[in-house]
């Protein structure tokens, strides 16, 4: 039936639309283990997913760490630095059956491997399921120091959180994203189709080390990385941590567009490694360049943390607070 809705509703192919509806069906079976929480949880949890990748036909490799800081992945291509990865944690809190919280960006991660299984991309496309996200992203951070230290530190890196609802959001643009890898990126996910309010801009350059999703600890690495989310029309999703958190949350044409969005990313050439310019905020949408707050990072005092506000300076040159808005 989703396949139906998804082809007819949303003029996707048929191939397309099954490979939307697989990414469905994963996150309802994961949804189904019961509790991904504790240490017995998540331990299921990632042999649920291990035995998955298997039957695709991908070899999973894992950190071999014990059960909430352990991180699995599989490659298309042959790891190597300079590669794309996309991370999507297999854990959530206690009282949460964690459908939007994470089950369903895993049924995405997994649909994005299969659909590009055997393809040739212009640099390989790695897809990790870190554990402990919940706890302090524990996995992720173990993943980012062990492919640090073996030279294989990733080109991009795309953490999934709370997807599958509402409207796609690019959260977490921190300070690698300069003015053309922000084009890059909504040229590359299609405009209006993922969002990136300036706000959350501002707030990912002044403040990386306060993202709370998975791509934190390559972001604070250097690593260009970003946080894709769902948002709904009030920006908030208020069925987070609840028992409510169930399937029913789950839109099947938020999974269709996430999934999009992943392999169209796995398939783009990552952007180049250049630094953010002082402009980079208003390097994305017209509204964006009459906003009134003005963030300097480069020139923080350490213990303003690492921002410095003007407000009412406008998208021009301020002596009084530098070149905050180019």
Known sequence: MFTTLLTLGLGLTPAWAQDAEMAISEAAALVKLGERASAVGQLRAREHVLGRLDELGFTPRCLGLAPGLDACFVCVGEPKAGAFWSLSHID???????????AAAVGVNLAAAAALRGERLPQPACFAFPE??????????????????????PGLVLSMDLVGHGTLTANGLGPRWGDDSLRWLLRTLGEPTVSSPFVYRAMSRAFPGMERSDHRPFTQAG??????????????????????????????????????????????????????????????????????LCLAPWRSAPWWGSARCGVGCGPRRSARWGACCG
């Open 132 to 153: 402990g996200e919940e706890v302090g992203l524990v996995g992720a951070g173990d993943l980012q120091h062990t492919l640090s230290t073996e030279g294989l530190t």
């Open 223 to 292: 690593v260009r990385a970003l946080h894709l989310m769902g948002r709904g029309p009030d920006g908030i999703f208020w069925r987070y941590h609840t028992p409510q958190d169930g399937m029913d949350q789950v839109e099947p044409a938020a999974m269709a567009r996430t999934l999009d969005a992943v392999v169209r990313l796995a398939r783009a050439s990552c952007p180049g490694r250049t630094a953010a310019s002082p402009r980079s905020l208003w390097a994305v949408g017209a509204s964006s360049r009459r906003a009134s």
């Open 92 to 102: 959530a809190v206690p009282q949460a059956p964690g459908a939007i919280d994470n």
